[in-house]
Structures are given as C-alpha cells and as structure tokens.
C-alpha cells in the first residue's frame, strides 16, 4: 500500500498570510505512459463533505479560487494557499490515486491566527 | 446539479449487517467508477471500496474485506454497500463518491454506528 504522510498535522496561519502543506508518498504516484501525477487534494470544512481542490497535483478543480495551488512530482507535493481567507479554515487531505487501495493522508489542520 | 444522496446508516450491535444505498442524480451515473469512502468520528478519511462502471473490477480495504460487498444498479443510478460481522471499528460516516481517477463529487454521508 502507498502511504500518505502529510506536515504538519496542523497550522495557524494569520489572514492574507501564506499556508504550506506538504505530502509525501510513500512510493511514487507518477504515471510514466503520461507523465501525470495521480495526486489529489481536499478540504474539509467542519460538518461538512471533503471537496476537490487540486487533481493531477497541480490542477486546479472548476471554481476553487486561484489562490490554492498544488504542485510536486514523484513523492513530494505541496499545497500553497497563498493569501488565507477566513473561509479557508479547514482540513486539508493529501490522496493518491495511482494504485488501490486508495490512500489518504492524515490531514491538516488550518487554522486562523 | 450532480447530486449523490446515501441512506440505511444507523444503530446496531457487533456482528450486524447493514444495507447503505446511494442514490445519484445529475449525471450519467453508469460512466462512473464510484466508492465508497469513511471518517470515523474526529478522525481522516477511508477509503472503503470501488466498484468500476461496468462493475467488472471491485476492490476494496484490507479491513473490510470478506465482510463488505459492494454493487450498483445502473438502470436505478444506485450504489450500495452490504456491511457484515460489522465491528466496533466500522463506527464512521459512509460517503458515497464519484471517482474520476480523484473524487469529483461526494454525499453528504450516512453516520453508522457500531456499539452494544
């Protein structure tokens, strides 16, 4: 299985400050045949369902703010929220889907300063 | 709108059965490999299983193995999920998700809970 690791397990970031998430695979999840990272990431707001931000590692899903990008390669991704918004408290989940079973990372904690 | 609405969660002793649907509505729900994901209360999120669109590859966790079975009903867009000899450690919310490679939608979730 492909273990997910995420740092740190939580941050307080203050608003408009940057916020960096790393994840780390325990193998890598890079397709040779296209040369795509089959990395995606989450945020979960509480009481809520997760929500797609970021898939092949640096896509950006329809509709998420430009302020959150991904990006890596191989084993090591990062998730950058570049300018906090209160809205952007939450956790956030590092997910590989290159080989079952699918794994998750163990999430991290944003917080507001 | 893409939706995808879970039921059947409830209260039930170790070694129970349980049923969970989900019923999905907004997109064509037999091109799409679908799963069924978990989060035990104040914890991250498991992936339970997956079942392709045509149903011919399923997988599923190590620890539910043998004991869920996963199936879907593309004439109805449903998708469910037979849990047996269920155990205090299957106590979490059952999403039920849309797989595209990522998870591109998710339900709200069906709580299950596992005690005597």
């Known amino acids: 299985d492909i273990v997910m690791t995420q740092s740190p397990d939580s941050l307080a970031v203050s608003l408009g400050e940057r916020a960096t998430i790393n994840c780390r695979s325990s193998?890598?999840?890079?397709?040779?045949?296209?040369?795509?990272?089959?990395l995606a990431w989450y945020q979960q707001r509480p009481g809520q369902p997760p929500k797609l931000l970021i898939h092949?590692?640096?896509t950006r899903e329809s509709g998420v703010p430009d302020r959150f990008t991904g990006s890596g390669s191989g084993t090591d991704f990062t998730l950058i929220i570049s300018s906090l918004q209160a809205e952007d408290a939450a956790v956030y989940y590092c997910?590989?889907?290159?080989?079952?079973?699918?794994?998750f990372g163990q999430g991290t904690e944003v917080a507001i300063k | 709108e893409v939706q995808l609405v879970e039921t059947g969660g409830g209260l039930l002793q170790p070694g129970g059965s349980l049923r969970l649907s989900c019923a999905a509505s907004?997109?064509?729900?037999?091109?799409?490999?679908m799963n069924w994901v978990r989060q035990a209360p104040g914890k991250g999120l498991e992936w339970v299983s997956y079942?392709?669109?045509?149903?011919?590859?399923?997988r599923y966790a190590d620890s539910v193995q043998g004991r869920f079975t996963i199936s879907r009903d593309n004439a109805k867009n449903s998708l469910f999920l037979q849990m047996n000899s269920l155990r205090g450690e299957d106590t979490a919310v059952y999403f039920c998700?849309?797989?595209?490679?990522?998870?591109?939608?998710w339900g709200q979730g069906t709580l299950v809970t596992v005690s005597s």
């Open positions: 998700v849309r797989s595209v490679g990522a998870i591109d939608c």
């Open positions: 193998l890598s999840v890079l397709d040779n045949s296209n040369n795509k990272n089959h």
């Open positions: 079942i392709s669109s045509d149903t011919n590859t399923i």
């Open positions: 907004g997109f064509t729900f037999r091109s799409y490999g």
């Open positions: 092949w590692a640096s």
């Open positions: 997910q590989q889907y290159y080989s079952f079973p699918r794994t």
